[in-house]
């Protein structure tokens, strides 16, 4: 199977064999890597090093490539509430408990509504900010 960063340079070459001279000459470089990989070695950082030479040739490769695992694409989600949290989520909007180890959370409902005392402590929970 071929490896994405491979795939990625076929594109890649085709793209430049159409271009300037430093174009064509980084194509050619590229077909004779890709050659090698067709022959069974493992030419991926030898392809990296080439294709990041360039900036507008690595700023294409990051769109080809998928983003590795952690890292996120460009894409963001709306803005909302979101079941896991994290970016798009609102900060919280509710009421805490003042004891610290506590944690305990009531959200807001209803705007100008009375939140029960904390279920653990019994004391009057406080405005979280």
Do not use: K, W
Request: aromatic fraction near 4%; glycine fraction near 10%.
């Amino acid at each position: 199977m071929e490896s994405e960063v491979t795939t990625a340079a076929r594109t890649l070459r085709q793209e430049l064999s159409g271009s300037d001279d430093a174009g064509r000459a980084m194509a050619d470089q590229i077909a004779e890597l890709l050659h090698r990989a067709d022959a069974g070695q493992d030419v991926d950082a030898d392809l990296i090093e080439v294709l990041s030479t360039e900036p507008a040739v690595r700023s294409r490769l990051a769109v080809l490539l998928p983003p590795e695992d952690g890292e996120r694409s460009g894409y963001s989600p709306l803005p909302g509430l979101s079941p896991m949290g994290g970016p798009g989520s609102p900060a919280f909007e509710g009421f805490i408990c003042p004891v610290a180890e506590c944690g305990y959370r009531y959200p807001v409902f209803e705007a100008g509504e009375e939140p029960p005392p904390c279920p653990r402590h019994g004391c009057e929970l406080i405005l979280a900010v």
